[in-house]
C-alpha cells in the first residue's frame, strides 16, 4: 500500500496541474492584509504602541506566510502575477526572489536540515562548530531557545542575510543583483509611505512592525523540522489554533505541507484531519499541540543541541 505522503505528492501534482488562475481565498488574505497594514500605519499616531506591536507583528508575518504561498503558486497561476502581488516586503529585510529561491531548494526533502543543503537549516556542520569561538557558540545556543528564537535571531539573520548580499553583489552574481534590484524599490514604496505618508519614525516601524513580525516567523519555524535518518521523521505537525493557523496559513501543518506542497494552505486541515493517523505515524510522532507547549518547553531551554548530529 502507498504511503500517505506517497498519495499526498501524486494529489499535490494533479492540483498543480488543474489548480485555478485565481486562488480566491488567498487573495482575500491578501487585499485583507494590505488593508490592515494600511489602516494600522494610518491611524498609528491614535494608538498605543502597546497595541501596535502585536497588531504590527502578526500583519506583518501573515505577510510572509503569504510570500510563502505565492512562492508555491497561490493565489495566481501566473509567477510574475504573484510576485507583483506579494512583491513589497513589509519587514523590509528579505527580497522576495531570494525567499522563493531558498525555500523551493528548502523542499528537496531528502536534503532537511542539511546544514549545506537546505538553505533553511539552523544546524550547523560538526566540523564549523568545533572551528567557532565560545562566544559564537555561546550565542548559538541562546537561539536555540525559544527566547533567543524570538529575541535575538532577528538581527542575526538579517545581518547575515545583508552581508552574504553585498558579498555576492561585489561578486557579480546575476541572481542577488536581479533580486535586490526589484527588492529596493519595492520596499522604498513600504518605507515612503510608512515614514512619508503616515509619519511612523523607521525606527518605530523597525520595532514595532518587521522585528517582531520576523520573530513570529522565525517562532512558527523554531521546531517545525528536527534532524533525523528517516526522512519522513524530520517534519513536525503543530495543531495551533485558530489564530496562530491564520497566521501562519495553516503551515504549522507542515508535514503536511511537505507531502502536498501545492494544496492550498486552505486545505490543509481537511488533508490533515482525512488522513491525521498515518500523517502522525509516518512523521514518527513528531507533533505539538501548540505554540503555548513549544513556548513551555523550550522558552529557556535549548530545543536540542546546534550542531547537527549526523554531518
Excluded at 59 to 82: I, K, M
Aim: glycine share 6%.
Amino acid at each position: 500500500m502507498a504511503s500517505v505522503s506517497i498519495e499526498l505528492a501524486r494529489a499535490s501534482r494533479d492540483r498543480a496541474a488543474a489548480r485555478p488562475f485565481v486562488d480566491w481565498p488567498t487573495l482575500a488574505v491578501a487585499a485583507g492584509t494590505y488593508a490592515a497594514f494600511g489602516l494600522l500605519t494610518w491611524f498609528y499616531h491614535a494608538l498605543p504602541w502597546w497595541l501596535v506591536l502585536p497588531l504590527g507583528g502578526y500583519v506583518v508575518c501573515l505577510h510572509g506566510s503569504l510570500q510563502h504561498e505565492a512562492t508555491h503558486g497561490h493565489p495566481f497561476r501566473r509567477r510574475w502575477l504573484n510576485s507583483l502581488l506579494i512583491g513589497p516586503s513589509l519587514w523590509l529585510w528579505l527580497p522576495y526572489g531570494e525567499y522563493r529561491w531558498a525555500h523551493l531548494r528548502h523542499h528537496r526533502d531528502e536534503w532537511l536540515t542539511h546544514p549545506a543543503e537546505d538553505p533553511e537549516s539552523y544546524y550547523i556542520a560538526q566540523a564549523r562548530w568545533r572551528r567557532m569561538g565560545w562566544l559564537h557558540r555561546a550565542l548559538r545556543r541562546a537561539m536555540n531557545t525559544a527566547a533567543g528564537r524570538l529575541l535575538l535571531w532577528p538581527a542575526y539573520v538579517v545581518i547575515a542575510v545583508l552581508v552574504n548580499a553585498v558579498r555576492r553583489i561585489l561578486a557579480g552574481d546575476r541572481d542577488h543583483i536581479r533580486w535586490w534590484a526589484l527588492h529596493v524599490p519595492a520596499a522604498g514604496v513600504v518605507v515612503a509611505w510608512v515614514v512619508w505618508v503616515c509619519g511612523i519614525p523607521f525606527w518605530a516601524y523597525v520595532l514595532l512592525f518587521a522585528w517582531p513580525g520576523l520573530s513570529l516567523t522565525l517562532l512558527r519555524s523554531f521546531a517545525e523540522h528536527r534532524a533525523a535518518e528517516a526522512v519522513g521523521h524530520r517534519t513536525a505537525i503543530i495543531e495551533a489554533g485558530p489564530v496562530m493557523s491564520l497566521l501562519y496559513l495553516n503551515n504549522n501543518l507542515h508535514a503536511v505541507h511537505h507531502a502536498d506542497p501545492a494544496s492550498p494552505w486552505h486545505r490543509r486541515w481537511a488533508l490533515y484531519r482525512k488522513r491525521r493517523t498515518a500523517i502522525l505515524a509516518e512523521n514518527g510522532g513528531y507533533w505539538f499541540g501548540g505554540y503555548g507547549e513549544i513556548l513551555r518547553r523550550y522558552l529557556f531551554t535549548p530545543r536540542e543541541p546546534v550542531p547537527h548530529p549526523f554531518m
